[in-house]
């Protein structure tokens, strides 16, 4: 899964990288230094997602990193639903486990951070923004790196990668691709079966939901506040009468529905769809690398802009391993661990750093990585459509069931 590097230079970054990630904390403040000594021996369970190879191997190398560094030996807890590792942290807390506690770090947005915050299972507030690396965290331009949902961070998580929902479509099959919601309902419609999208409440698939509700809702400013019961049906109606339209000409008729991204894209590999999507938009150019799609696969983004927010990592408040966690965060967030996610023949996963502002030796970094021959510039991702409050998952999730029935593979 890995790009092949030449194997002197690939020793000389083995030997290097933990030199440099300490180099990045040559004179950390008193504080930071106290953490540090703590962390060192610490064990960190890490929970986090574990369903991608790459992401996987990622994690693997930053565990690595921060053994070989600071002496924190870092686990990761592969995790299918981060929503069981909030109940696990909610079980502790009822049984007054304040410490002590299985989950140190965990991987996380959206409805579960708003759940951890709601219900008091995170860390005390502010220690992300006193990591040594927030410093280089792009706030003026990536606000969601404070804003999650909606739901204020106050601290209580590290901002780890920007998402942001781009499709992907095979230019040898299809020379234009639709670019509207309206124009996607005529592509399938003189297309059946070409398109699909993961049954709720797969995250992909609650995604495309959510892209859905906010292009056809009338009046946006409902979505940023709570769902609320006795509107969900009037506000939500034009996302289900859009569905509606779409399910018949769907992949398998809307009778069976792709297990995750991942099937979708080896649908698209296949020959199976013309069209599926990621949250990620180096996900094309990184599944080229590695052979798992076509050479000539593109990503395109709906006109008007996708979703896009920022993902992270928080403690819970009975950590372990408080500060080996930190440290394990404060690392994530380093140019050599941001710069070596981006690269999409790893994770291309696009960076919560400030790049023009890095020193010139960090910001070589992101100047040498290769994005990737189906990766949208900036300028051609377009807007970012802000997240709707967390409730809204939940209730999307729960009303799609309702109407299509739990169906799938």
Same mark, same amino acid.
Not at 59 to 72: D, T
Not at 169 to 180: G, H, I, K, N, V
Not at 283 to 291: E, L, M, Q
């Given at each position: 899964?890995?790009?092949?590097?030449?194997?002197?230079?690939?020793?000389?970054?083995?030997?290097?990288?933990?030199?440099?990630?300490?180099?990045?904390?040559?004179?950390?403040?008193?504080?930071?230094?106290?953490?540090?000594?703590?962390?060192?021996?610490?064990?960190?369970?890490?929970?986090?997602?574990?369903?991608?190879?790459?992401?996987?191997?990622?994690?693997?190398?930053?565990?690595?990193?921060?053994?070989?560094?600071?002496?924190?030996?870092?686990?990761?807890?592969?995790?299918?639903?981060?929503?069981?590792?909030?109940?696990?942290?909610?079980?502790?807390?009822?049984?007054?486990?304040?410490?002590?506690?299985?989950?140190?770090?965990?991987?996380?947005?959206?409805?579960?951070?708003?759940?951890?915050?709601?219900?008091?299972?995170?860390?005390?507030?502010?220690?992300?923004?006193?990591?040594?690396?927030?410093?280089?965290?792009?706030?003026?331009?990536?606000?969601?790196?404070?804003?999650?949902?909606?739901?204020?961070?106050?601290?209580?998580?590290?901002?780890?990668?920007?998402?942001?929902?781009?499709?992907?479509?095979?230019?040898?099959?299809?020379?234009?691709?639709?670019?509207?919601?309206?124009?996607?309902?005529?592509?399938?419609?003189?297309?059946?079966?070409?398109?699909?999208?993961?049954?709720?409440?797969?995250?992909?698939?609650?995604?495309?939901?959510?892209?859905?509700?906010?292009?056809?809702?009338?009046?946006?400013?409902?979505?940023?506040?709570?769902?609320?019961?006795?509107?969900?049906?009037?506000?939500?109606?034009?996302?289900?009468?859009?569905?509606?339209?779409?399910?018949?000409?769907?992949?398998?008729?809307?009778?069976? %529905?792709?297990?995750? =991204?991942?099937?979708?894209? !080896?649908? #698209? &590999? @296949?020959?199976? *769809?013309?069209?599926?999507?990621?949250?990620?938009?180096?996900?094309?150019?990184?599944?080229?690398?590695?052979?798992?799609?076509?050479?000539?696969?593109?990503?395109?983004?709906?006109?008007?802009?996708?979703?896009?927010?920022?993902?992270?990592?928080?403690?819970? %408040?009975?950590?372990? =391993?408080?500060?080996?966690? !930190?440290? #394990? &965060? @404060?690392?994530? *967030?380093?140019?050599?661990?941001?710069?070596?996610?981006?690269?999409?023949?790893?994770?291309?996963?696009?960076?919560?750093?400030?790049?023009?502002?890095?020193?010139?030796?960090?910001?070589?970094?992101?100047?040498?990585?290769?994005?990737?021959?189906?990766?949208?510039?900036?300028?051609?991702?377009?807007?970012?459509?802000?997240?709707?409050?967390?409730?809204?998952?939940?209730?999307?999730?729960?009303?799609?069931?309702?109407?299509?029935?739990?169906?799938?593979?």
């Amino acid at each position: 899964m890995k790009r092949l590097f030449a194997a002197g230079l690939f020793l000389l970054g083995t030997i290097l990288a933990p030199v440099i990630a300490c180099a990045q904390d040559q004179t950390p403040s008193s504080d930071w230094q106290d953490v540090l000594d703590k962390a060192k021996g610490q064990t960190v369970y890490f929970h986090a997602w574990g369903g991608e190879p790459r992401i996987n191997a990622y994690i693997q190398w930053a565990a690595r990193e921060v053994n070989n560094a600071y002496g924190v030996r870092v686990v990761h807890v592969k995790v299918s639903d981060t929503a069981s590792v909030v109940s696990q942290v909610l079980a502790e807390k009822s049984v007054g486990k304040t410490s002590g506690g299985a989950v140190d770090l965990i991987w996380i947005n959206g409805e579960n951070f708003a759940a951890m915050k709601e219900n008091g299972l995170l860390a005390a507030s502010g220690w992300a923004e006193d990591l040594p690396n927030w410093r280089n965290v792009d706030v003026e331009n990536k606000p969601t790196v404070k804003v999650d949902f909606t739901v204020p961070t106050d601290g209580l998580e590290s901002p780890w990668g920007m998402a942001k929902l781009v499709f992907m479509y095979d230019s040898a099959r299809l020379e234009t691709p639709p670019t509207s919601l309206d124009a996607l309902l005529e592509f399938a419609k003189n297309n059946p079966g070409r398109i699909a999208y993961p049954q709720p409440p797969n995250f992909h698939g609650t995604t495309f939901l959510k892209q859905v509700l906010i292009n056809t809702v009338q009046d946006p400013a409902f979505l940023s506040g709570p769902a609320i019961p006795a509107t969900f049906a009037e506000v939500s109606a034009p996302l289900f009468a859009y569905l509606d339209a779409l399910h018949p000409y769907l992949w398998r008729q809307g009778e069976a %529905f792709p297990k995750n =991204a991942a099937h979708m894209r !080896q649908l #698209l &590999a @296949d020959g199976e *769809l013309d069209i599926a999507f990621s949250f990620n938009p180096g996900d094309a150019s990184g599944a080229i690398a590695n052979g798992e799609l076509p050479e000539t696969v593109r990503t395109f983004v709906l006109d008007g802009g996708t979703i896009g927010n920022t993902h992270f990592v928080a403690i819970p %408040f009975n950590s372990s =391993a408080r500060e080996g966690a !930190q440290v #394990l &965060a @404060d690392f994530l *967030l380093s140019p050599l661990a941001q710069s070596r996610k981006q690269d999409p023949e790893i994770w291309g996963d696009p960076t919560v750093l400030k790049v023009d502002a890095l020193p010139a030796e960090e910001r070589a970094r992101f100047e040498r990585v290769d994005l990737g021959v189906a990766t949208l510039s900036p300028e051609d991702l377009g807007p970012v459509l802000p997240e709707p409050h967390p409730s809204w998952v939940s209730a999307l999730e729960e009303a799609w069931s309702a109407r299509y029935g739990a169906q799938g593979e």
